[in-house]
């Protein structure tokens, strides 16, 4: 894990992601910079990690520093190391029919996938809409969706009407990062909700002055939807679950075992 700054959401992730490696065994490496460290500094690091056999996954915590190119940064990890499924190849094998398959998947988007099987729902022939389009969740998971054979759709700032495309849907993944924005009287009755929004949202009467909200006003989304995640606690460690099978199956895959 390399982790550059002090900043104290991405430290708390990272302390996060270590806890549940060392819960389930795997040697953790910490490789910390400040917030000031070069561009080449950190290309120095992943170069090294890239060359250590006893490495078998490199993770570089996100949002990197703005005097720092983020896309060149992911480039320079080996594929075959990519824990966090960025790299072009791997979003390439991704989102290609046929072919290889990547040698590992978008952490996020395979944890929205994960819990969307695990409440048992039939994916082929259903209606999905993903709200945003980032590389990081909307891109990946409306591919993933498609793979399963779904209908997707994905909406974001210029798309019209959306609630009138939302509420076609049998299972919507929300991504855009906006407080409670996906309302309740957008959705179908019975879908089912993936809400990968973390806002924080004023609220005086709290100690720390503001709660944690995802992107789906969950109140009146639940009394909708068949199932719903919450937030937090709902895609957030399904996020590092993905991200420890990615690691072992890196593994396997340096060792020339099966995945």
């Given at each position: 894990?390399?982790?550059?700054?002090?900043?104290?959401?991405?430290?708390?992730?990272?302390?996060?992601?270590?806890?549940?490696?060392?819960e389930?065994g795997?040697?953790?490496?910490?490789?910390?910079l400040?917030?000031?460290?070069?561009?080449?500094?950190?290309?120095?690091?992943?170069?090294r990690l890239?060359?250590?056999?006893?490495?078998?996954?490199i993770?570089v915590?996100?949002?990197?520093?703005?005097?720092?190119?983020?896309?060149?940064?992911?480039?320079?990890?080996?594929?075959?190391?990519?824990?966090?499924?960025?790299?072009?190849?791997?979003?390439?094998?991704?989102c290609?029919?046929?072919?290889?398959?990547?040698?590992?998947?978008p952490?996020?988007?395979?944890?929205?996938?994960?819990?969307?099987?695990?409440t048992?729902t039939?994916?082929?022939g259903?209606?999905?809409?993903v709200?945003?389009?980032?590389?990081?969740?909307?891109?990946?998971?409306?591919?993933?969706l498609?793979?399963?054979d779904?209908?997707?759709?994905?909406?974001?700032?210029?798309?019209?009407?959306?609630?009138?495309?939302?509420?076609?849907?049998?299972?919507?993944?929300?991504?855009?990062?906006?407080?409670?924005f996906?309302?309740?009287?957008?959705?179908?009755?019975?879908?089912?909700?993936i809400?990968?929004?973390?806002?924080?949202?004023?609220?005086?009467?709290?100690?720390?002055?503001?709660?944690?909200?995802?992107?789906?006003?969950?109140?009146?989304?639940?009394?909708?939807?068949?199932?719903?995640?919450p937030?937090?606690?709902?895609?957030?460690p399904?996020?590092?679950?993905?991200?420890?099978?990615?690691?072992?199956n890196?593994?396997r895959?340096?060792?020339?075992?099966?995945p």
């Amino acid at each position: 894990v390399v982790l550059v700054g002090a900043r104290l959401d991405s430290a708390t992730y990272v302390r996060m992601k270590k806890r549940a490696a060392a819960e389930v065994g795997l040697h953790s490496v910490d490789v910390a910079l400040a917030a000031d460290a070069t561009q080449r500094e950190l290309l120095a690091e992943i170069e090294r990690l890239n060359a250590d056999a006893s490495v078998h996954a490199i993770l570089v915590q996100l949002p990197l520093p703005k005097h720092i190119d983020e896309s060149a940064v992911l480039g320079a990890i080996r594929v075959e190391k990519d824990a966090d499924g960025f790299s072009a190849l791997n979003i390439g094998n991704l989102c290609l029919r046929g072919g290889d398959a990547p040698l590992a998947l978008p952490c996020t988007p395979a944890g929205c996938v994960e819990l969307i099987r695990r409440t048992g729902t039939a994916v082929a022939g259903k209606d999905a809409v993903v709200i945003g389009r980032s590389n990081i969740v909307g891109m990946p998971v409306a591919a993933l969706l498609q793979a399963m054979d779904a209908t997707v759709t994905v909406c974001h700032s210029r798309t019209v009407d959306m609630p009138r495309v939302v509420a076609r849907a049998d299972i919507v993944v929300a991504a855009i990062g906006r407080a409670e924005f996906v309302k309740a009287e957008w959705l179908k009755p019975g879908c089912v909700v993936i809400d990968v929004g973390i806002n924080r949202k004023d609220a005086p009467e709290r100690k720390a002055g503001y709660k944690l909200v995802g992107d789906v006003d969950y109140e009146g989304a639940a009394r909708v939807a068949s199932a719903i995640t919450p937030v937090p606690g709902g895609v957030g460690p399904m996020t590092i679950a993905m991200l420890l099978f990615n690691t072992v199956n890196l593994a396997r895959h340096a060792r020339g075992l099966p995945p």
